[in-house]
């Protein structure tokens, strides 16, 4: 073979290979199969995987090389044999074709003949070549082995005997997880994939398994045997639980969806989906979803004084709501999930009604800063590049799970990670120094970090830090940290779509989220809320909504709803409508109406389109969404008006409170399979070992937690990553109210 390089115009990190006779340019050490993929040129393949490491186990890809006019002895996988220059690959000649045959007459030895009950037949990669390699009759005549199925979870179903070891779940938990619960056992034909120690899969990204299996392995079990891949409509969407806003599709049928799967965006959530954006959809079919109109009837004796209504009686009783406590005596309370069409009309609302008691911040404590949600100065993509990232107030595995498979890519690369939190949360990739102390020191904390000479870094400041009572301190923290380091400001938008509702006008240009409920408006008008749930403070909240005259519009007629509103108008959840989102990198982002909205619940936009034409305010002329869009504007530079510092002074621990994964908003606590999920642990109070012997408290004890709001009874669990002098709980759950409102709490033993 010639040293001279065949082309020698190619770039010199480039070689010039041959397949099935094409010329073709690839880069020195890449594949063949990753040649041919870019090329178009089909090799068939069960365990290569573009976003995992190399197994080569399965064989299927075997094909014929040859190097200087000579032949290989025998076929070589094509996703582990590098390219060369000169190489000549074929694909589809006689001796490649025969070793591709016998792979899968190997791969169906064993496999059981029961893809007519199978949830993957349909969309099955073993079925696909099976077809185009697989033998007619089988000449294996011995019995097919069986596999005992292992349990993982109320999210992953499991058929191990469907399983031909391609070992791709193993990697996706190693590599792209970091959890490595799963794993090989046994040798040749015993080999068998599972967790050994029998217990649920615990990583916040499980799901994927599920897309990676090229067989029915490994199926989802909320969606097991509901229908067939030919019965659905598939239509783009986006996760819209956190503010990453990942690319999906929602799988419908007759109005219904019935799954939802990854949809593939290199610049957001690569090929991945979080559990949280997979299953949510099983809440939109809660048995308290608000389907009619509803009006508070004081005649009423039964159903708790509530009654159905029409459309017409119900934005008229709004309406006159609205008109009587127009001007500073109205609040507009938004769930920073609200699309940017419907915070449009919103802000519009607001503004013709003379008020300028507008925001969605409902979930911050300290807005004295009057600081909004900001676009990431640093990509997500570009984040797996820098040199350093610091996570300031964070627990960014739960807070945005694929973020957190961003930063762990980054650590593969050679990044160095620096923590600076109230708790040792438990993350997925090595650390290079972390700074565990109580909320009130965060920003001290972030101003003595020393990084070294390093040149690239992110800050990612997350919801600890953005929601607490310290955070207008934390926040100028940042800017000094950025002016001095050069770093990249990073603030996760709190709420999915906090970014668009900030550039669309969504915030106050009088009294913030926390203002209006200190100082009771006489009305309110909430949007997308769960008023028991979704506040910071829910008794404050609770407290000035009860006696105020509240116009609910929601995708659930709950208990707490039904407690403060005096009007509930039933809307559609985001899965169903037409909507934009803005995610944390700052894109406008679309989806399409997926589910169809039960009974006679209405898009957003239409309905307050239709309370504006009761109310006959100028500015809402428009027919139908392109309209609307129309006349949209979105600012980048927004400010809102400066609030009031909470106080954070007492005794007793220091409170830090994280969002519970599962518990982030309405739709999410309404999914059965969610709420089962390990992660989900359930209403509790996390402590270091020597605050709890101080209080003679012992683990798993009950304990009495006194705050200035009122007391909370919570179970402790010891927990030496708890930083000495503070106390960890999750929000979401009715139970922490207490705590997640408050800076400080006595505590005693129950």
Known sequence: MSAQPVNPNLPPDHVTVFIDGQELAAPKGSMIIQAADKAGIPIPRFCYHEKLPIAANCRMCLVDTEVGGRAAPKPAPACATPVMDGLKVFTRNEKALKAQRNVMEFLLINHPLDCPVCDQGGECELQDLSLGYGRSVSRFVERKRVVADEDLGPLVATDMTRCIHCTRCIRFTADIAGTYELGGMQRGEDLQIGTYDGKPLTTELS?????????????????????????????????????LGSNLFHHVRRGEILRSVPRDNEAVNECWLSDRDRYAHEGLYADDRATVPLIKDGDLALNDGWREASWEEALAKAAKILRDNAGDGLGMLV??????????????????????NLDHRISQHDLSDGVPSQAFAMSVVEIEQADAIVILGSNVRHEVPLLHARVRKAVARGTKVH??????????FGIASKQIMPPSQLAGALGKLDLGDAGHIALIVGGVAENGPH????????DAFVAKTGAKLCRIPQGANALGLSRHGVLPASRDSQAMLREPRSAYVIHGIEPGLDFADQRLALKALGEAQV???????????RAVADVILPIAALPEIEATLTNLDGFDQRTSAAGKPPGQARPGW?????????????????????????????????????????????????????????????VIRRSEALQAHPLNVGPRAVMNPVDAANA?????????????IGNAGLQVVLDAGVAQGSVWIESGHGATAPLAASARAEVSRA
């Open 471 to 478: 955070a207008a301190a934390i926040r100028t923290a940042a």
């Open 696 to 708: 003679g408290i012992a683990d798993g004890a009950m304990a009495k937690f006194a705050t200035d």
């Open 606 to 666: 239409r309905v307050l389109r239709a309370l504006a034409d009761a109310l006959a305010l100028p500015g809402f002329e428009f027919t139908d969404i392109a309209g609307l869009r129309a006349g949209m504007t979105s600012k980048h530079e927004v400010q809102a008006s400066k609030g009031q510092a909470p106080s954070t002074a007492g005794s007793g621990l220091e409170i830090a409170v994280t969002q519970a994964i599962y518990r982030v908003d309405g």
């Open 419 to 428: 923590v600076v939190n109230p708790v040792d949360f438990d993350f997925a």
């Open 335 to 356: 769930h920073p999930s609200t699309s940017n069409e419907e915070g449009a009309l919103l802000a519009r609302l607001a503004e013709a009604l003379g008020t300028g």
């Open 551 to 561: 116009v609910a519009f929601s995708q659930f007629a709950c208990k707490s709803t």
């Open 207 to 243: 799901g994927n398994v599920i897309d990676v299996c090229p067989v029915g392995a490994l199926t989802n079990k909320v969606f097991r045997f509901k229908a067939r891949p030919w019965d659905l409509t598939a239509k783009s969407s986006l996760g819209y639980h956190d503010a």
